[in-house]
């Protein structure tokens, strides 16, 4: 028994470098037991030798690459699936009396992920601040007589509210990755965790934008010139 997959799927990380992706799709099989249920597919890479003597030759094909303002380093294109053979055996769940839900295992993947985009934005942002702080330290200026920033109360206010937002926000990210693994370690499952997960990547995203934001002013004229890396940090938020 196989499958074939027809369609394509946009905004996929780094596709030309995997040598399988999991594809959600959804069944149209007529009279099969999972028609009309979303399933997990294991798809090789059609450019890669890894699995598609499995699936006849066939695998996805990466095209439209896309060209976009920040994260130059990592790849985001689209993937199409023309008549691509799927055996039975690389659906996800397949072991069961039926698949597994597609849609269960997706949910459950992006809980575990989410937090991890969270952190990164933070992760970010933290350098970005920490570009600022030690531009305002190390860079004095004010004509006859040096003004070192941190010297002047409204910076360290401004320094200071961006530290105690990040603060917030990796508490946050640390509270849900343990939510998350009391959760799998318990083997139950429950939807506080997936509220927090959800939450935490909405907040600290947001909050990574505003952060790079305000520490790039922070700079003045310096902030928005490719002499310093706080600019590729903005993009990159």
């Known amino acids: 028994t196989f499958y074939r ?87 996800l769940g397949v072991g069961n ?41 190390y860079t004095p200026r004010g004509g006859k007589q040096n003004i070192h920033l941190p010297k002047l109360s409204e910076y360290r206010r401004q320094v200071g509210d961006l530290i105690n937002q990040l603060a917030r926000e990796i508490a946050y990210v640390f509270a849900t990755a343990a939510a998350l693994d009391k959760m799998y370690t318990d083997g139950q499952h429950f939807d506080v965790p997936g509220m927090y997960s959800a939450g935490s990547k909405l907040t600290a995203t947001e909050a990574g934008l505003t952060i790079c934001s305000r520490a790039m002013n922070l700079m003045g004229g310096a902030g928005y010139t490719t002499d310093y890396l706080i600019e590729k940090r903005f993009r990159d938020s």
């Open 5 to 91: 997959l027809n369609g394509s799927k946009q905004y996929i990380t780094e596709p030309s470098r995997s040598d399988f992706c999991i594809a959600f799709a959804r069944d149209l099989t007529p009279n099969n037991s999972t028609y009309d249920k979303i399933l997990a597919f294991i798809v090789p890479n059609k450019s890669k030798a890894t699995l598609i003597e499995k699936t006849d030759g066939t695998g996805y094909i990466v095209t439209g690459k896309q060209k976009k303002l920040g994260l130059h380093a990592s790849e985001t294109a689209t993937l199409e699936f023309d008549n691509v053979r799927v055996p039975e055996e690389f659906v």
């Open 97 to 137: 009396e039926e698949p597994m839900n597609g849609l269960l295992i997706a949910q459950y993947a992006l809980e575990r992920s989410r937090p991890t985009i969270a952190a990164q934005a933070l992760g970010n942002a933290w350098g970005a601040l920490d570009d600022a702080v030690s531009w305002g330290v």
